[in-house]
């Protein structure tokens, strides 16, 4: 049985609470580079950032195709997609207000683009496919999305 079809806003709303995401994007050679990020969902869409100089924004520079995922192996979300690159974070301040208010903790500020001066590049995701699932229940919690 295939697995059932779900919205891209039933995707975005299991997005949007997620702490911290993992990013895969490609090295020069094509091997898979992950790294964990954080990022706001706002206006349906995920928003991630970073500086220029990282080997995520090299790599995106480069190929912007990404997988990015939740934390969880309980309760599954993989999108993938492309990242595309907005600029500096000051040019959008509703998503900069959205991190703010989704990190909210004092320990946390020092890593946000309103406190970090390093960061200069925010990254709108732009989904391809998406699955989901809940481990607990594998075969009748799939759900796929597809562009």
């Known amino acids: 049985m295939a697995p059932a079809t779900i919205s891209w ?11 911290s ?23 349906g869409a995920l928003h991630c950032y970073t500086s220029r100089n990282t080997v995520k924004s090299r790599n995106l520079a480069r190929d912007p195709r990404v997988t990015i995922h939740l934390e969880s192996a309980e309760h599954v979300v993989i999108v993938d997609g ?27 500020a020092v890593y946000l683009p309103s406190n970090d001066p390093s960061v200069d590049v925010l990254y709108r995701l ?21 562009a």
């Open 21 to 43: 995401y993992w990013l895969v994007t490609t090295d020069p050679s094509g091997a898979p580079h992950a790294v964990p990020v954080w990022g706001a969902v706002v206006d």
């Open 9 to 19: 806003d039933e995707v975005a709303h299991r997005l949007a609470p997620a702490r």
């Open 126 to 146: 732009v989904p391809r496919r998406a699955r989901l699932w809940d481990l607990s229940d594998f075969e009748s919690s799939q759900r796929r999305w597809h």
């Open 82 to 108: 492309t990242f595309e690159p907005l600029g500096p974070p000051s040019d959008h301040p509703a998503v900069v207000r959205e991190l703010d208010q989704k990190y909210p903790d004092p320990d946390d």
